[in-house]
């Protein structure tokens, strides 16, 4: 799985949880601040995340964030089964800062017609796909807003 936000994945009706982390997340990387290459996954799942480019950057709210060059910066979680649930919710704080044209994504997990992805189309509108073993079923939702955190 490639993201490029601090992200949380929760599958239904599953405790888990670090007492800040919410009961069934499988995946929360909340703050980058004093990791170096790594962001640490507090789910209890151990899907950790090795940063390739991206740069720490402290918000003026004081907010710790990941910069990406929209190019080649990104976040990778090895493959873990617990990450591909049949059911999910997915929740990314992301801002688009350029690229309009093509495709953009702070989210993708996928295979050959398997997985999921987040993405700012080529339109620049937002969407969500899931594989389904043979084609990938889109969502379009709102245009994206440049330089705005959504």
Do not use: H
Not at 2 to 26: E, H, L
């Amino acid at each position: 799985m490639k993201i490029g936000s601090p992200i949380q994945f929760k599958r239904p009706n599953q405790a888990v949880g670090n007492g800040s982390t919410p009961p069934g997340c499988v995946l929360d990387l909340p703050n980058i601040r004093g990791q170096a290459n790594e962001l640490i996954d507090v789910s209890g799942f151990g899907n950790n995340g090795k940063i390739y480019g991206a740069t720490q950057k402290r918000l003026t709210s004081g907010i710790w964030t990941l910069s990406f060059d929209g190019v080649d910066d990104y976040v990778e979680v090895p493959y873990n089964a617990s990450l591909n649930p049949e059911t999910f919710t997915a929740t990314v704080w992301a801002r688009v800062k350029g690229g309009q044209g093509s495709y953009r994504s702070p989210v993708t997990s996928r295979g050959i017609f398997l997985g999921y992805i987040i993405y700012a189309n080529a339109n620049d509108l937002w969407n969500f796909m899931v594989g389904d073993g043979s084609t990938w079923p889109s969502i379009t939702g709102n245009p994206v807003n440049l330089d705005e955190w959504i």
